[in-house]
Structures are given as C-alpha cells and as structure tokens.
C-alpha cells in the first residue's frame, strides 16, 4: 500500500498548496457539546469503514474500544462473531481468534490487503493492485483470486466486500461492482459506477433491505428490484437511515434521498469539509474538519450546532459514538 499512499499523500500536500485561501465553515452560534463527551485512552492512527486502528496497537469497532492486539504495525480492517481481520503495509494478513485475541494464521497477500470481510469461514479480499479473491479459513488457501483493471491512486475511504447470503459483493478499486456467488466465483457480474483512472474506488457499500448501495467520491448509486439508479455529486460520506439515503457532499450538502435516489430535502451547510457522518436514532449527525457537530431532524429542517474541536486526527462513528481525539462524543445526549 506504500505506493498508493506516496500518491495519495503527494495529491494532498498539492491541494493544500494550492488552497491557502480555502474558506471553512464558520456558523454564528455554536453549542457546548461537554455533557455528552467521556475521554478513552487512546489514539486512532487509521480508519477502515468496519473500524479504526488505535496507536496501541488496540481497535475500535461497532461496539465499541478493544484491548486485543492486533500487532505492531498491523492496521483493522473487519471482524465477524468469531474472527478479527488484520493487515500490514508489508504484505501479512492476520486472521485473529476474538476470543483469545491470539494470531491463528497469518498469510503473506502481496500486494497487501486494502479491505476484507469474514463470513462463514471465507475470506473476500481486495489488494492493493485491484485483485481480489476468496480464502478458505479451512483449507488455508485461496479458493479463487482475480485481477481488475489497474489503479494509481485511491480515497483513503475503501469499503469492505459485502456478503448477502451466498453472493458476494466487491467494491472494486477501479469504480465498479463486482458480484459473484460463492458456490460459483468463476461466474461474476460487473456494475460500472465510474471510469475515471484515480481515486475512484467504492468508499460505501451497504445494503439496505432488498437495495445495495454503493457509492465512489464522483457517484452514489442504488441496485435493487427497482433497477439501477445514479446521482452525480462530489461524495464525502454516505449513511443510511430506515428507508431513505443521506449523501454528504464535498460541497456541504446534505441531500436526503429514497431508494431510486430522488431527492427528497436539503441542507446546504457552505464551505462545511465533513469528515464522519452518521444517522442514529431518527436523527442525522455531521461533523465538520473545523469541530463543528450538525445536529439534524431526518427531514433536514431543523439543527443545532454543537462545537466539540478542530479535528486532529482520524475520527470513526458507529453506534451513536463519535471517536474523536481521545474523546467520545456520545450522539444520544444531542439534539436538534
């Protein structure tokens, strides 16, 4: 992963030379957010969409700070009930016991694992050149492996594969989708979000109920019985909230959306840069690289702005916890 992050680190240091001038979301009134934080000892020195890797070797997950070692140097990339998925920038991929927190089988992947998902004793995994491929945890090796187009660079945000049943969905490095069964890997079918050459992988992948949704920094898109369907924007997160999509814009949007992505409601919140995005408990929440938190009703029309510090380092949110800076920003104990 050393070359893409050289590219990926390189593209941002020229977009902050050239951004001297950049103009930050500054609202005029800012609420305390003090009675919802809690501090954890801990630093998060990298985010995978399942979790985030912690200074100490530790992770957090959906549910919450782990104590288990994932070893030095080794970054989190999924989990499932029973196993812990791992990897390093020199190639190791570590499959660890959640219960034992011990090491029950490392495998050279070179490239190195850029995301992974664990079900059923199989391993779906995408590596740094766009292979991907399925491990058996059983019968130690790979059950098939394939190769898409090549990439230069990629959004720090890669999704996870996905599995639904017995299929399989790959968030591709190159913008597309691919799917196959796992009874049959050798049939696949492709979905094509996006052409572009760089930083166009998928950074979401979810389901929700019969839909998939996916989305890559240019394009959101849904799958479903309904059939396909695209919105064009420059993407900074998406999330989920029961039947509707809320899609984040680069721009400061926040566009509420149905299944076949018609828009439904807007907020536009100028010059806003968000970097972690949630919908919990019928209530959409935003977070701003400056420390500002947007509270909102999930038809956008009402908010409150909370200032919880300029963001230093990487943050993660699941579950109604914001992780942010050694402090946790309980998302329940805030309104709109």
Not at 242 to 251: A, R, V
């Amino acid at each position: 992963m050393k070359t893409l992050l050289l590219l990926s680190l390189t593209a941002g240091a020229l977009l902050f030379s050239g951004c001297s001038s950049k103009q930050y979301f500054e609202p005029e009134n800012t609420l305390s957010a003090s009675g919802a934080e809690s501090s954890f000892n801990g630093t998060i020195v990298d985010v995978s969409r399942d979790g985030a890797t912690l200074a100490n070797g530790g992770y957090i997950d959906k549910n919450g700070i782990h104590n288990t070692s994932l070893g030095e140097g080794f970054r989190f990339l999924s989990e499932s009930g029973k196993y812990i998925l791992a990897s390093n920038a020199e190639g190791m991929f570590r499959l660890i016991d959640k219960n034992s927190g011990k090491v029950i089988k490392e495998v050279k992947m070179q490239p190195p694992v850029v995301s992974a998902s664990v079900r059923n004793g199989l391993v779906a995994y995408i590596l740094e050149n766009n292979a991907f491929g399925l491990y058996s945890i059983k019968e130690g090796k790979k059950i098939v492996e394939n190769r898409s187009e090549r990439t230069y660079a990629i959004d720090a945000r890669a999704a996870s594969p996905l599995f639904i049943d017995t299929l399989v969905v790959m968030p591709m490095l190159d913008g597309k989708l691919v799917i196959f069964d796992t009874r049959d890997p050798e049939a696949m079918k492709v979905v094509y979000l996006s052409s572009d050459k760089v930083f166009n992988n998928v950074i979401y992948l979810e389901r929700m109920g019969d839909t998939l949704v996916a989305a890559t920094p240019k394009k959101l898109l849904t799958l479903g019985t309904d059939g396909e369907f695209e919105y064009k924007k420059n993407v900074a997160d998406v999330a989920i909230g029961g039947n509707y999509i809320y899609l984040f814009t680069k721009e400061g949007d926040i566009i509420k959306l149905d299944s076949t992505l018609e828009p439904l409601a807007a907020k536009k919140f100028t010059f806003a840069h968000f970097v972690a995005a949630t919908v919990y408990k019928n209530r959409v929440y935003a977070l701003d690289k400056q420390g500002s938190l947007i509270v909102l009703n999930p038809d956008l029309s009402k908010y409150k702005i909370y200032d919880v510090g300029e963001v230093e380092s990487p943050v993660f949110v699941a579950n109604g916890k914001l992780y942010k800076d050694g402090e946790i920003i309980h998302l329940d104990k805030l309104g709109y």
